[in-house]
């Protein structure tokens, strides 16, 4: 367990709203990460954080926003959810330095109706 | 052609086995190697990690990197039936954003008793 907590860890919606999900840190690590897991497509990138306030893009970022306002909370939100983002989703830490590895939350099961 | 190449099984073998799993990537520019294993409904937990050529073990796990071939390799002796999960190989090229990591889609392992 290396500190990280996704909330909610279910969640079902409907096409068109808005869903923002939480990833909470305890370690204070500079590197926050959201992905997105589907069978067949393996881990995706969505976006990923270097510090508060400093945001990029991943892979697949379209109708994806995060927002990082403290070190230890990342949010990702939905601005309008659709089918297509019916997925699990990720949390993942790294501290600087080191050999890049990345240590997960327990993911948030989302699924659009 | 993605980055990274991962057959996604399923692999089934019986317990004691000596098990291989294998990663091939096309970027050289990778040089840190990750293995995660990733029991069903959770989140990946990061294996073994290597940083460029050369093998490293761990109790039952050996991981083996041949940059030269463009191959990863994970080795598990002796399986049991908690070996059961999917394995994702993940590389990063290190730096910066550039220490962001790549993951192969994975390969399901089942360990018959």
């Known amino acids: 367990d290396a500190g990280i907590t996704q909330s909610p860890r279910h969640k079902v919606t409907e096409t068109g709203t808005p869903v923002t999900l939480r990833c909470h840190q305890t370690?204070?690590?500079?590197?926050m990460y959201w992905y997105r897991q589907d069978p067949g497509h393996g881990l995706r990138l969505i976006h990923y954080?270097?510090?508060?306030?400093?945001?990029d893009k991943g892979e697949v970022s379209d109708g994806y926003s995060v927002s990082r306002s403290k070190t230890e909370d990342f949010l990702l939100t939905l601005e309008s959810a659709t089918s297509s983002q019916t997925s699990v989703y990720f949390c993942?830490?790294?501290?600087?330095?080191?050999?890049?590895?990345?240590?997960f939350g327990p993911g948030t099961r989302l699924t659009v109706t | 052609q993605k980055e990274v190449e991962q057959d996604p099984g399923p692999l089934s073998v019986p317990e004691g086995a000596i098990v291989s799993l294998n990663c091939t990537y096309s970027?050289?520019?990778?040089?840190?190697f990750m293995w995660y294993r990733q029991y069903s409904r959770k989140g990946p937990e990061l294996l073994m990690y290597?940083?460029?050529?050369g093998n490293k073990e761990d109790g039952r796990f050996t991981a083996q990197v041949d940059k030269s071939s463009k191959y990863i390799s994970l080795f598990i002796r002796d399986s049991q039936p908690s070996d059961s999960a999917t394995y994702l190989c993940?590389?990063?090229?290190?730096?910066?954003?550039?220490?962001?990591?790549?993951f192969g889609k994975g390969t399901k392992l089942s360990v018959k008793p």
């Open positions: 970027n050289s520019a990778f040089q840190y």
């Open positions: 993940a590389m990063s090229e290190g730096g910066g954003s550039q220490g962001n990591l790549i």
């Open positions: 954080s270097y510090g508060v306030k400093d945001t």
């Open positions: 993942a830490i790294r501290e600087a330095g080191g050999i890049y590895e990345q240590y």
């Open positions: 370690e204070n690590h500079r590197y």
């Open positions: 290597t940083y460029s050529s």
